[in-house]
């Protein structure tokens, strides 16, 4: 983040269109299933494994997409990988520039998903699901000590994805954006608390990993929370740059109660719920647990939160 941050400003604005709004949403949630669910197979217990293998699952799917709306948004999308690779007579190679975040975040976007994709072909094969030679052959190698180098590995890459896109936003010239530090850490947190709202969902489809649900929905409060500072820091920094109507005015203000609608009800259960140790050693939440709708509101107002900041700032 600090090389991003140390970046050079745009000397221009970058005219994204609706594509980069999903873009942004599934690059969060992407990376942070995959930190989520490399949490709990390294910090967890063995009941915890069922769960994390469904973060992998959630990490790779909502990576999917990324790449192809990112290439979307370009004004000339067959020339993606010039992004990637420089084709300039005399200077063909890598496009690597330290300096660009855009180039920085191409390539992390593409080591990111091999990791993904390593991860969900690993999980496939432990769950059964893929029992093909050659998958089997590939991810043998990460049933020890390797394995849990490339899962540390790959949530260090997904912390990176889920908020480096607030970091490409802080360095352009654009108003708003630019008038503020708190991007990356309020995309970071936001896509964290989306991640285990979303993995609160799929495992009440899964019946071997319902017992990391509370810790789901603890996880999610607690992100939300981290997610209300930081959106307080927001605030704070645009009213010292003269730019919150820019950002929060008609009609970008219906965004906003969107997302903070999504926020309100996780930390209400916050501040409501009490906590005990199990006798195997785990933190679960005496509390009701979250309904469905509240967990898809949650969802929403992830995504409510980056249009409101990604498009106040451009129309």
């Known amino acids: 983040m600090t090389l991003l941050a140390q970046a050079q400003h745009f000397v221009r604005a970058p005219e994204w269109t609706w594509y ?34 469904l973060g992998y699952y959630a990490a790779f799917l909502a990576f999917l997409p990324c790449p192809v709306l990112l290439t979307l948004d370009l004004t000339q999308p067959l020339r993606f990988w010039h992004m990637l690779w420089n084709t300039t007579p005399g200077n063909e190679g890598p496009n690597f520039k330290t300096g660009s975040p855009m180039s920085v975040g191409s390539w992390a976007l593409v080591a990111f998903g091999l990791f993904a994709a390593v991860s969900f072909l690993e999980v496939l094969v432990h769950d059964g699901k893929l029992r093909r030679p050659f998958a089997v052959r590939v991810v043998r190698p990460l049933d020890g000590a390797l394995g849990r180098i490339w899962n540390a590995v790959g949530a260090v890459l997904g912390l990176f994805i889920a908020g480096y896109t607030g970091v490409l936003l802080a360095v352009s010239n654009q108003p708003v954006w630019s008038d503020t530090w708190a991007l990356g850490g309020l995309f970071l947190a936001s896509g964290l608390a989306g991640s285990a709202a979303l993995l609160a969902l799929l495992v009440r489809l899964r019946r071997d990993a319902q017992a990391s649900l509370g810790m789901f929905e603890l996880s999610e409060r607690l992100y939300s929370l981290l997610e209300l500072a930081l959106l307080v820091v927001f605030a704070l920094t645009l009213v010292g740059a003269g730019t919150l109507d820019d950002a929060f005015g008609f009609p970008w203000i219906l965004l906003w109660l969107v997302a903070f609608a999504g926020l309100l009800p996780g930390l209400g259960r916050l501040l409501t719920a009490r906590l005990a140790v199990t006798t195997e050693g785990a933190l679960v939440e005496q509390a009701t647990l979250a309904s469905a709708a509240v967990l898809w509101l949650t969802l929403l107002g992830v995504l409510a939160l980056r249009a409101a900041v990604i498009l106040s700032a451009q129309f």
Do not use: K
């Not at 490399?38 to 769960?51: I, S, Y």
């Open 20 to 53: 980069i709004v999903p873009y942004f949403y599934l690059a969060g949630l992407a990376g942070g299933c995959y930190v989520i669910a490399t949490l709990l197979r390294l910090l967890g217990n063995h009941a915890d494994e069922p769960a994390a293998r």
